[in-house]
């Protein structure tokens, strides 16, 4: 048997979980009231010219840097940590299933859940917007194309929030280990470039390294790739407004959102080889 | 017994934690077909041995090899199977999906897996969630989920605590059955009263230390503990026997004497010249309580060999 079958059992048996200690339902629903809410409060501004589901993209992407990542830290942050805590990790590190393959089965099935919510979501609200004010074909695309960095957005995330699992000694510090990664990432992070760019008086900060250090943040990588497929078609505003003069191409900010899925990744993969139950 | 009729090979293993000294030379072989029982008080380093054989801690000293290969290694790890104390399954699965679940781990047909539900007597609730199984229910999942795929060394930690007597006997059937099939048995318990008739070598762990290694019979003989007679004398005769025999003076009427085994016989046989001065005779052999309690305190007032 070959070890995909090993990761594919890992994976099946994390998704059970998450499905029935409720999660995906829960950040299925969560993801959906969002997303409905967001499309149609956005299509009071039609008269822009923009399809309403560019504009719901555009909206979208600047709400799911925050939801996304802390439905992924929710239901990661316990998969290693709670089950060494309650004793089901010692069983799983008996068996011949390497650390590799046992962290790469947990991280897919998590994954799994988060592709099951962002795809239910979108596709409820996008269908509800179409059903409501026509087709929107270049929005639909942008639609597309929001789920699936949305899903690598997510996956960066529970790739973190099994690092910070495997690390911590308790479930309990874990999650409060998730929830200040959370707000580091999502939002002081951002404030702080803020602040940077306000008070840099000849705009040095602003030209030479604001570009670098916002994309090096994964929600905001994710947003700008998100916001310059628009080709401006939907009103920005704030750091976005600030992002869409990168001195370089917006698949860069792509290629960030992958390396820091190898980075974590990898980081898990070190601390989990250590790991005693 | 040599190197290659043993499953699993111990040999001078110490770990130290910070300033604790965990297990000191440790050494022990369990050949295939065997059941040993190790036994020790709470701390003694039974579960810390256990974590060696898996692979789990590295010893600081000292060497360990399970089916000729380095613990945690691959192979070593398809050859043995675990039972935690305490053993929990995540609660929300069924007993089914966590035998599937394990089988897939272990590289086995589930299919082949399943029916070990039926042999622990869980076949009415596979398919109930493990987070409504009694205590005995979960630990008979774990020894289900220990059998698959035939291992060559099954490690249990204190597999019958929390079991009634029942499930106690059926537990040690099971093993019975699968030491038969030549697998190789290392279990942990805290009394050897538990585990008598059931294992054929115990060793004795104690603050880390290995104090006895035998059959209990070699152990009992070794030990030479005292056998107890009490007698009962007739009216107004315990004064007599007691100043013939010595003895403590025990309830009036009786006369507690101790001999060592092999003056057994001969102290009986002075007793009966006097019979009619004796009521009743009991004798009480050194129980398994006594003789594990002798190779403990042994340990601890700093005679181990």
């Given at each position: 048997m070959s070890p995909f079958t090993k990761i594919g059992a890992v994976a099946s048996i994390e998704f059970r979980v998450a499905l029935r200690n409720r999660w995906l339902i829960l950040a299925t629903g969560v993801m959906t009231l969002f997303s409905l809410a967001l499309t149609f409060s956005g299509?009071?501004?039609?008269?822009?010219?923009?399809g309403i589901l560019t504009l719901a993209a555009a909206s979208l992407a600047t709400l799911s840097v925050y939801l996304i990542p802390l439905i992924a830290l929710l239901i990661s942050y316990d998969s290693i940590a709670g089950e060494v805590e309650r004793g089901t990790m010692a069983l799983v590190l008996a068996t011949p299933i390497s650390r590799g393959a046992l962290l790469t089965g947990k991280a897919l099935g998590l994954i799994a859940v988060l592709a099951i919510a962002i795809a239910a979501s979108l596709t409820i609200s996008s269908a509800a917007a179409i059903f409501a004010y026509g087709m929107d074909m270049s929005g639909l695309a942008a639609i597309v194309r929001l789920g699936l960095t949305g899903l690598l957005l997510g996956a960066v995330f529970v790739a973190i929030g099994l690092m910070i699992s495997v690390a911590s000694p308790r479930a309990g510090q874990a999650a409060a280990v998730a929830i200040g990664v959370w707000l580091v990432a999502t939002v002081l992070y951002d404030l702080a470039l803020l602040a940077g760019i306000l008070a840099d008086k000849d705009g040095a900060f602003t030209k030479a390294l604001f570009p670098y250090f916002v994309t090096a943040n994964p929600g905001d990588a994710f947003r700008i790739f998100n916001l310059a497929g628009l080709e401006n078609a939907a009103p920005v505003s704030g750091l976005d407004g600030i992002a869409?003069?990168?001195?370089?191409?917006?698949n860069y900010a792509l290629a960030g959102l992958f390396a820091w899925l190898v980075a974590a990744l990898a980081a898990g993969y070190f601390q989990i080889r250590r790991l005693t139950p | 017994m040599t190197a290659e009729t043993s499953i699993l090979e111990i040999d001078g293993v110490g770990v130290t934690f910070a300033d604790l000294k965990a297990l000191q030379d440790v050494s022990f072989d369990v050949a295939p077909g065997e059941k040993l029982a190790l036994l020790g008080h709470n701390g003694a380093g039974k579960s810390t041995l256990f974590k060696c054989v898996l692979g789990f801690l590295k010893p600081a000293a000292g060497r360990i090899t399970v089916a000729g290969d380095a613990p945690g290694s691959d192979h070593a790890r398809r050859s043995v199977s675990y039972l935690p104390e305490q053993v929990a399954f995540?609660?929300?699965?069924t007993g089914i999906e966590i035998i599937t679940y394990f089988a897939r781990l272990k590289s086995v047909d589930p299919r082949e897996a399943l029916p070990l539900l039926d042999l622990v007597g869980l076949s009415q609730a596979g398919r109930r969630r493990v987070g409504d199984y009694s205590k005995g229910m979960r630990q008979r999942l774990g020894l289900a989920q220990a059998l698959i795929g035939k291992p060559d060394l099954l490690l249990l930690d204190e597999?019958?605590?929390?079991?009634?007597p029942v499930s106690r006997r059926e537990f040690y059937e099971i093993i019975d059955r699968v030491a038969q099939g030549g697998a190789a048995v290392l279990l942990s318990s805290h009394a050897l009263t538990e585990v008598e008739g059931h294992v054929d070598r115990i060793a004795i762990l104690s603050k880390g230390r290995m104090v006895a290694d035998g059959t209990i019979k070699a152990l009992a003989e070794a030990a030479r503990l005292p056998i107890t007679i009490r007698i009962k004398a007739r009216e107004g005769q315990a004064d007599a026997l007691s100043d013939r025999f010595g003895g403590k003076r025990i309830n009036g009427r009786s006369v507690e004497l101790s001999c060592e085994p092999a003056g057994k016989v001969d102290l009986v046989g002075r007793l009966t010249e006097r019979r009619e001065e004796i009521d009743d005779i009991d004798i009480a052999l050194p129980s398994l309580d006594d003789i594990y309690r002798f190779y403990s305190n042994r340990a601890e007032t700093g005679d181990a060999a």
């Amino acid at each position: 048997m070959s070890p995909f079958t090993k990761i594919g059992a890992v994976a099946s048996i994390e998704f059970r979980v998450a499905l029935r200690n409720r999660w995906l339902i829960l950040a299925t629903g969560v993801m959906t009231l969002f997303s409905l809410a967001l499309t149609f409060s956005g299509a009071g501004g039609l008269e822009l010219k923009a399809g309403i589901l560019t504009l719901a993209a555009a909206s979208l992407a600047t709400l799911s840097v925050y939801l996304i990542p802390l439905i992924a830290l929710l239901i990661s942050y316990d998969s290693i940590a709670g089950e060494v805590e309650r004793g089901t990790m010692a069983l799983v590190l008996a068996t011949p299933i390497s650390r590799g393959a046992l962290l790469t089965g947990k991280a897919l099935g998590l994954i799994a859940v988060l592709a099951i919510a962002i795809a239910a979501s979108l596709t409820i609200s996008s269908a509800a917007a179409i059903f409501a004010y026509g087709m929107d074909m270049s929005g639909l695309a942008a639609i597309v194309r929001l789920g699936l960095t949305g899903l690598l957005l997510g996956a960066v995330f529970v790739a973190i929030g099994l690092m910070i699992s495997v690390a911590s000694p308790r479930a309990g510090q874990a999650a409060a280990v998730a929830i200040g990664v959370w707000l580091v990432a999502t939002v002081l992070y951002d404030l702080a470039l803020l602040a940077g760019i306000l008070a840099d008086k000849d705009g040095a900060f602003t030209k030479a390294l604001f570009p670098y250090f916002v994309t090096a943040n994964p929600g905001d990588a994710f947003r700008i790739f998100n916001l310059a497929g628009l080709e401006n078609a939907a009103p920005v505003s704030g750091l976005d407004g600030i992002a869409n003069t990168l001195p370089f191409s917006a698949n860069y900010a792509l290629a960030g959102l992958f390396a820091w899925l190898v980075a974590a990744l990898a980081a898990g993969y070190f601390q989990i080889r250590r790991l005693t139950p | 017994m040599t190197a290659e009729t043993s499953i699993l090979e111990i040999d001078g293993v110490g770990v130290t934690f910070a300033d604790l000294k965990a297990l000191q030379d440790v050494s022990f072989d369990v050949a295939p077909g065997e059941k040993l029982a190790l036994l020790g008080h709470n701390g003694a380093g039974k579960s810390t041995l256990f974590k060696c054989v898996l692979g789990f801690l590295k010893p600081a000293a000292g060497r360990i090899t399970v089916a000729g290969d380095a613990p945690g290694s691959d192979h070593a790890r398809r050859s043995v199977s675990y039972l935690p104390e305490q053993v929990a399954f995540p609660r929300m699965l069924t007993g089914i999906e966590i035998i599937t679940y394990f089988a897939r781990l272990k590289s086995v047909d589930p299919r082949e897996a399943l029916p070990l539900l039926d042999l622990v007597g869980l076949s009415q609730a596979g398919r109930r969630r493990v987070g409504d199984y009694s205590k005995g229910m979960r630990q008979r999942l774990g020894l289900a989920q220990a059998l698959i795929g035939k291992p060559d060394l099954l490690l249990l930690d204190e597999p019958t605590s929390g079991l009634d007597p029942v499930s106690r006997r059926e537990f040690y059937e099971i093993i019975d059955r699968v030491a038969q099939g030549g697998a190789a048995v290392l279990l942990s318990s805290h009394a050897l009263t538990e585990v008598e008739g059931h294992v054929d070598r115990i060793a004795i762990l104690s603050k880390g230390r290995m104090v006895a290694d035998g059959t209990i019979k070699a152990l009992a003989e070794a030990a030479r503990l005292p056998i107890t007679i009490r007698i009962k004398a007739r009216e107004g005769q315990a004064d007599a026997l007691s100043d013939r025999f010595g003895g403590k003076r025990i309830n009036g009427r009786s006369v507690e004497l101790s001999c060592e085994p092999a003056g057994k016989v001969d102290l009986v046989g002075r007793l009966t010249e006097r019979r009619e001065e004796i009521d009743d005779i009991d004798i009480a052999l050194p129980s398994l309580d006594d003789i594990y309690r002798f190779y403990s305190n042994r340990a601890e007032t700093g005679d181990a060999a």
